[in-house]
């Protein structure tokens, strides 16, 4: 028994001793591009991660794996959507690895961790999906840089799209409560109501929601429309409930794009029809550039691409754009942070899209439908803004002097 | 049975030794990238000593201890940025609160043992995380309280690399490591464990087991606080789930892994699970199979934790 007892803490003190040689054989003369990236990889958000993973590998394998002329060096950490542990991932990441530019982050929480710490590093940092809105505005940074979105983005435009085509008046929102609903929400109420809308009742569900019927409840039979902000299995969930409760065909179902993304569509049945939703992609979107992207994902993953496959994508594509830009030259991360804002790569899945001067894109805002094509449920889309700005068309600096969207 | 060991040197001191040396010493011939996780290693094992306290040497296995810990670390984050309050008061303003929080609560739950206080302080410990969530004026919900400035820059070190905060959170580490050795070696902490093992005779001979039980609480949640306040200033930030459930029973993990009522093993427990989490995820993204399998072979093997391996039960 002792020695068995022996063998097992020798083992384990191996095990340490063993990972950390290995971990100190790091560099080779002929140094490639190293980008450190970094997503939940386990836990709740885990299936999000590996979209946005799976997108940037694409990517890199359509390139294989060269830019500027150099060899590119991927190393992904899982942030396990943990903000200490994002921090501690791009500690490692930038102190040990060394690499040249940071991509990745999922959760907003993690956002605003790990931005300061990339700002004191002087590390360009890309985040391709992380939609806290003062990430680029009232605390942006001038090392990152965001081709994703901001959470209010797509819902000013809906909330006018919404009162004008739509003929809505009132409005009940159900969303989930934390920034990304607060901002969302915040958002599509300031557009709609300033139409002349009515925003009934905001309703706020806890994001470890399991039941949505005490929530339903409460929504009045005699408002035009439902917004609903969810994502993951409270999608699903609320879908199936909202049916459920005789509320489908009788008050129509609107919503920010992520309640019928794709990473939940496929999932859902008929009583998803209908839903009217705003975002910057949409995976039916009828281009070369995005049937091209669709159908290569398909192939290699065996399903379709949500906005967060097309978010890494992009996002890929614009790294890797800024370091041809400079023949590959990252070591000056001036340069490269510099490049990251001014190039403007062309043939995205999601459409034209351009950085504003506060690092976040002026993009393309689709407003979808979900239908059945072929058997499948999809998000056609039945109308587009262009080129739509973070602040709408509200002038940026009034607009950063207003308070961020909060409950 | 613990109280009352003999000290001659044996391997196992020796190691203590070694691994004292080790963190007195490597860091400045160690990468940044280990400074900082060596420096996670002894505020965490700040907080799992803490634990220990209740756990090992009271008996009391509480499941919400990362609250004191969450809050002492909110009461930083809120007064160095909100109020710009000095470096002092933040870390005073942390400290009380973890620790009257601790004293609010122990009335509570020190009423109740074994499965009921594991209950009770996990609800506790969900209330904490849900307030820290919703109560957005102050902590700003979901995003947490980034922006916190400097220690080392604070007291006028220099700011530069991790070695001078490792030096910091080392010296509080061993200062909170002595008084806890000198208060489970005291008559209090002596009357501790006579409570763990057997309360209604520590009743009979005429102790005041409910008082000694709230203060090993109390106490418990004031070394949490200070590990709490070290691990703001590490981080630069404080988020929800420095207080959530999972982050508890990780803690509780370090100190059932390491050995408890022996205050060194739920050190060695948090340095193995920092350390093991770090370099695994490195190599494998099947590292929480990994680390499942050390937890069920410790369980197997050592189920009095690595620090208790070859001792009789």
Not at chain 1, 118 to 131: A, E, L
Not at chain 1, 245 to 268: A, C, S, W, Y
Not at chain 2, 131 to 151: A, E, K, M, Q, Y
Not at chain 2, 169 to 176: D, E, I, M, N, Q
């Amino acid at each position: 028994m002792e020695s068995r007892k022996a063998t097992l803490i020798a083992a384990l003190f191996a095990l340490i001793c063993a990972a950390s040689v290995i971990a100190a054989q790091t560099g080779t003369p002929q140094t490639p591009i190293k980008i450190g990236f970094m997503v939940p990889l386990s836990g709740g958000n885990a299936q999000n991660g590996r979209d946005i993973l799976n997108g940037f590998l694409m990517y890199l394998d359509e390139i294989g794996y060269k830019a500027g002329g150099r060899k590119i060096d991927l190393i992904v950490e899982d942030d396990e959507a943990i903000p200490a542990v994002g921090l501690t991932k791009a500690r490692k990441l930038i102190e040990r690895d060394e690499v040249h530019v940071m991509a990745g982050a999922l959760l907003s929480s993690t956002g605003y961790a790990l931005a300061p710490y990339i700002t004191s590093m002087k590390i360009p940092m890309v985040y391709p999906v992380v939609s806290a809105d003062d990430l680029t505005q009232r605390r942006r940074s001038e090392w990152i840089v965001r081709t994703g979105w901001s959470g209010s983005q797509p819902n000013h435009a809906f909330g006018e799209y919404v009162y004008q085509k739509l003929g809505v008046r009132s409005v009940v929102t159900v969303a989930l409560d934390y920034a990304f609903g607060w901002e969302s929400v915040g958002g599509f109420e300031r557009t709609f109501v300033a139409q002349g809308g009515q925003l009934r009742q905001k309703i706020w569900v806890p994001i470890s929601v399991h039941d949505f019927a005490p929530y339903l409840a409460q929504i009045p039979r005699d408002v035009d429309a439902v917004y609903a902000l969810l994502l993951g299995r409270s999608a699903l969930q609320f879908m199936r409930q909202y049916q459920e409760f005789g509320l489908k065909g009788r008050v129509q179902l609107i919503g920010g794009g992520t309640t019928t993304d794709e990473h939940v569509l496929p999932f859902m049945g008929d009583e998803a029809l209908g839903a009217v939703t705003a975002l910057h992609y949409s995976a039916a979107l009828d281009t070369p550039e995005n049937k091209q992207f669709a159908e290569s994902y398909r192939t290699r993953y065996k399903k379709v691409p949500s906005y967060y496959s097309e978010s890494m994508y992009t996002g890929g594509k614009w790294l890797i754009a800024a370091i041809n830009a400079i023949d590959g030259r990252v070591e000056d991360r001036q340069a490269l942070v510099d490049a990251l804002r001014r190039v403007k790569p062309e043939g995205l899945p999601r459409g034209p899209m351009e950085l504003d001067e506060y690092g976040n894109p002026i993009e393309n805002v689709y407003i979808r439908r979900v239908e059945r094509v072929n058997g499948q449920l999809q998000n056609t889309v039945i109308d587009t803004f262009p080129r739509v700005s973070q602040f709408w068309n509200f002038d940026p600096a009034r607009y950063l002097s207003e308070p961020l969207y909060a409950r | 049975m613990v109280a009352l060991r003999a000290f001659v040197i044996t391997p196992k001191l020796l190691l203590a030794g070694l691994c004292a040396l080790f963190l007195l010493v490597a860091p400045p011939f160690l990468s940044a990238y280990w400074v900082g996780l060596l420096t996670q290693v002894v505020i965490l094992g700040i907080l799992a000593m803490s634990l220990d306290l209740l756990i090992g040497y009271t008996g009391l296995p509480s499941l919400g201890h990362a609250g004191f810990f969450g809050v002492a670390a909110y009461g930083v984050g809120v007064l160095s940025t909100t109020y710009h309050a000095g470096m002092w008061t933040s870390i005073a303003g942390g400290f009380l609160a973890g620790t009257l929080l601790a004293a609010l609560f122990g009335l509570i739950v020190s009423h109740v043992r074994d499965v009921y206080f594991l209950m009770i302080t996990m609800a506790l410990g969900m209330v904490l995380w849900g307030l820290s969530f919703r109560w957005i004026p102050v902590t700003g919900g979901d995003n947490g309280i980034s922006g916190i400035p400097r220690l080392e820059g604070l007291i006028g070190l220099p700011a530069s690399g991790p070695i001078p905060f490792y030096y910091i959170a080392l010296l509080v580490f061993a200062a909170c490591m002595l008084l806890m050795t000198l208060l489970v070696r005291s008559p209090f902490g002596l009357t501790l464990q006579g409570i763990r093992e057997h309360e209604p005779r520590m009743r009979s001979l005429g102790f005041n087991t409910w008082l000694h039980g709230y203060l090993s609480y109390v106490c418990a949640g004031a070394f949490a606080s200070i590990a709490g306040i070290m691990w703001a200033y590490y981080n630069g930030f404080v988020s929800p789930t420095y207080l959530e459930l999972t982050a508890s029973s990780e803690l509780f993990l370090m100190v059932t892994l390491g050995g408890p009522a022996t205050l060194v093993g739920p050190v060695i427990g948090a340095g193995a699970i920092v350390i093991l989490k770090n370099v695994m995820s490195a190599y494998t993204a099947r590292w929480l199979l990994i680390l499942g399998i050390i937890y069920i072979v410790t369980i197997l093997w050592a189920p009095q934790g690595l620090w208790n391996l070859g001792k009789r039960r």
